[in-house]
């Protein structure tokens, strides 16, 4: 939801609603491409590592939010 507000916050006003729906499109292909990738990484190196593999994610997204964040006040 935290990247959903930024986009509307963000994105120029006449295009909020094209922003979104890419957001969102990009989301779910992640979202398959994931699915489809786990279980073959298990299968090559392991559920533990897999799962290590998914963290990425979360990692990459916690540093785009405070570039983000640090851009919007004018300290980057």
Partial sequence: ?????LGT???D???????LT?????????TGGTIWLVP????AVG?????A???VGPLSGIVAMRRLLRLRAGLA
């Fill in 1 to 5: 939801m935290q990247f959903s507000a």
């Fill in 22 to 30: 890419l957001q969102v499109a990009m989301g779910f292909l992640l």
């Fill in 40 to 43: 073959v990484l298990a299968g």
């Fill in 47 to 51: 559920w533990q590592w897999a799962f």
């Fill in 9 to 11: 916050e963000l994105a």
């Fill in 13 to 19: 006003r006449s295009v909020v609603g094209t922003a």
């Fill in 53 to 55: 593999v998914l963290a």
